[in-house]
């Protein structure tokens, strides 16, 4: 069974372009999480989709958005990138909403220059 | 103050040392996770936590909801185990957010 995949693997978009990032999560996982890991900030929670609803958004602004698809893949949109923006992304997801185990994509890295 | 502090930030053992990274958080939770990330970003998910013990293998993890704290264990440590450790609280009445911790990297020496 395939895991959870995201496309592209890296990206270099220069400041004020927008980037569109990729998941597609295990057959069967209705919920879609959103993560960003920028140098030196860890992981932080970006946005949550289950059942082609946006659930909840971390702290970020609403350049930063995205959809999930009837099949359950998600799009994560950044608009008017900014260099602060360069971080590797990674996609999660569940079975359903709530105490679930997460599975994990390797990510996109979106280098701004 | 962070609210999920990992314990240490970096620790070298050689094989086949027993190790134990440490997390505590000050918030309520109602799940922790233990991931496991490697060079490259690829995150695995460990454990998911919400009360008592798990084993799983060499790792062990264990969580003490009224010290809100929680420790990984690895026995019989072996340099495929290097990586960063992470920890992550889901705060409770919160669906869907995690609060990470900075990560300990664990580097295991032949």
């Known amino acids: 069974e395939a895991g959870v995949t995201q496309s592209p693997t890296h990206l270099i978009k220069t400041r004020g372009q927008q980037a569109t990032l990729r998941c597609s999560p295990i057959?069967?996982?209705?919920?879609v999480y959103w993560y960003q890991q920028a140098l030196g900030l860890g992981l932080q929670f970006l946005l949550w989709?289950?059942?082609?609803?946006?659930?909840n958004r971390g702290n970020f602004p609403p350049r930063f958005s995205g959809r999930q698809f009837p099949n359950y893949s998600s799009e994560l949109n950044v608009n008017a990138l900014e260099l602060e923006d360069s971080a590797l992304y990674l996609c999660?997801?569940?079975?359903?909403?709530?105490?679930?185990?997460?599975?994990f994509g390797s990510g996109t890295q979106l280098s701004v220059l | 103050k962070n609210e999920v502090e990992q314990s240490p930030q970096n620790l070298t053992a050689q094989e086949g040392e027993f190790i134990t990274i440490n997390c505590s958080y000050s918030v309520g939770i109602s799940a922790l996770h233990w991931l496991q990330q490697h060079p490259g970003g690829g995150i695995v998910s460990l454990f998911m936590l919400s009360s008592g013990k798990k084993k799983h293998g060499r790792l062990i993890a264990t969580i003490n909801i009224q010290e809100k704290h929680s420790s990984l264990h690895i026995t019989a440590s072996h340099p495929r185990d290097s990586a960063v450790y992470i920890c992550a609280v889901r705060l409770r009445g919160s669906q869907g957010n995690l609060i990470f911790g900075k990560g300990t990297k664990l580097s295991v020496k032949p």
């Open positions: 057959s069967g996982h209705t919920s």
């Open positions: 989709y289950d059942e082609g609803e946006e659930r």
């Open positions: 999660a997801s569940s079975f359903y909403q709530g105490n679930e185990k997460l599975f």
